[in-house]
Structure formats: C-alpha cells, structure tokens
C-alpha cells in the first residue's frame, strides 16, 4: 500500500507536465489504449481491490491499538518516560491510520462509484467547486507521513539497508523517511495547487463554470469521443474573460479610408 500511495502521487501529479499528460494517464487506465476505447469500469475494478486491501490492512492493524482506555493511558505514560523517538512514530502511525480510515474511504468511495469523472477538468472541477480540497489536504499528510513511517518501520524489521552498524543504520533510515515525507508533501501540495488554480481558471476566466465530461455532455462519448470539440470547450472555459477596455476597442467603428489628393 504505501508504494502505491507513492505511484498513484507519481500518476496525480502528471498534471505538472500538462493537462494532457494527466487525461492520458487517466485514459490508460480505463484501457482506452490497447482496447480501442475507454472503460472506466476498469478503473473500479482496481479501486475495489485497492479498497479491500486497505479494509483489510487496517483490520489488522486495530489489533496492535490500545483496545481500552486504561490501555490508552498505560501507553501514553510508557512512551512520556520513554522519549524513544521510534516509539512516537509508530503512535504517529496510529493517529494517521485511524485518520485514514475515515479519509481515505470517502476518496476511494468516489473513485469506486464515478470513475469515468478522473482527469484534469474533471477533478480540478471535484477538488474545488466539490469543496473536497480540505479532505485532500488532510489526506495528503496523513497518507504520507503514515506510508513514510510505515516503510522505515518495515525497513528496520527485515534489516534493509544494514551497515552493520544499528544506530548508523537508523540513523540513515530516519533521514531516508524525512526525505521522502518532505518530497512527497511537496509534491502533493503543488499538485493539489495546480489543480486549484484550473479550477479557477474555468471558473474565473470564461463563461463557463464547471466542465465535465460525463457521457454524452460536450462532445464525450466513451464509444466515440470528440476530442477537438472537448479541446474547443476547454480551451473556451479557461480562455481569460476580455477586459471592458479591449471589448470597447473591438467594438468600435473603424472611419473609412479616404484618398489623398494627387
């Protein structure tokens, strides 16, 4: 799970390269590829099994939280004496699990039931106008730190990465786990800005409010899709709106020539 939160950032955050580099990737998934046309219908195959995974993964991992109060308050006062820092990661594993559990199933429930609304308009369209851009900020730290902390915790279990040294080795580890938190937040909070400035590009800059390409809507179809008349509607959405200055100049009467006399 936590290389596939680091693959599905690589795949989000196409939309850094382009527009159509995002609509690509999306459209590769559906298959559109190398079966002649889109199914979105894939693409809720592999949220499902994601999801089942993820169910699975945190039915397991409720096993290890205090299962009581008292639990609760044993653990808090153990790790206050102890100061170990692995013990307060894994308790930030905990309380970005249990975080997960709430946030991450309202994503994948989304991505489960309208897979075919996944590409750049149509999800800068659900991260803003959807109001869903405070879930994904959230999501964005706890699924991270928590797949960050997860590798580094799996990474000293089996001894990958062993210098022969222990505190050398997790001091390398340590410095590995920062590097990815800080290179992975990052790159999500940009990615989750550049679809926020879309979105307020479609909205601010044309006529036009939302844009999506649902079946049917625009020129979409997923049997025979019109992409120059998508392109057009796009293009029209995020054109920026003309100024009252350069509208009154266009307007304007152009005076006949007149000849010069000979």
């Not at 800068?124 to 405070?134: E, I, S």
Request: glycine content about 8%; cysteine-free; proline content about 5%.
């Amino acid at each position: 799970l936590a290389l596939f939160l680091m693959a599905h950032m690589a795949f989000v955050s196409s939309i850094l390269i382009s527009h159509d580099a995002f609509y690509t990737v999306a459209r590769f998934f559906e298959g559109a590829y190398f079966l002649g046309k889109p199914y979105p219908i894939l693409v809720s195959g592999v949220v499902a099994g994601v999801l089942a995974l993820f169910i699975g993964h945190a039915w397991l991992a409720l096993r290890k939280f205090p299962a009581g109060f008292r639990q609760y308050r044993a653990f808090v006062a153990h790790k206050s004496r102890l100061r170990h820092g692995d013990t307060s990661l894994w308790w930030l594993q905990v309380w970005t699990g249990f975080a997960l559990f709430f946030l991450g199933t309202v994503h994948l429930y989304g991505m489960l039931t309208q897979p075919e609304l996944i590409g750049p308009y149509e999800s800068a369209d659900r991260v803003w106008t959807g109001n869903l851009w405070p879930l994904y900020l959230l999501l964005l730290f706890a699924a991270e730190l928590h797949a960050s902390v997860g590798l580094y915790r799996l990474a000293l279990k089996w001894g990958w990465f062993d210098s022969g040294n222990p505190n050398r080795s997790r001091r390398r580890l340590r410095w590995i786990k920062h590097g990815l938190s800080a290179f992975f937040i990052t790159l999500g909070l940009v990615t989750l800005g550049a679809y926020i400035d879309l979105a307020f590009r479609v909205k601010d800059g044309g006529t036009i409010k939302r844009v999506v390409f649902s079946n049917g809507k625009f020129g979409y179809s997923y049997a025979d899709p019109d992409f120059e008349k998508m392109h057009q509607v796009v293009q029209a959405a995020i054109a920026p709106a003309p100024t009252p200055a350069a509208t009154a100049t266009s307007a304007a009467p152009t005076a006949p020539a007149t000849a010069s006399a000979p």
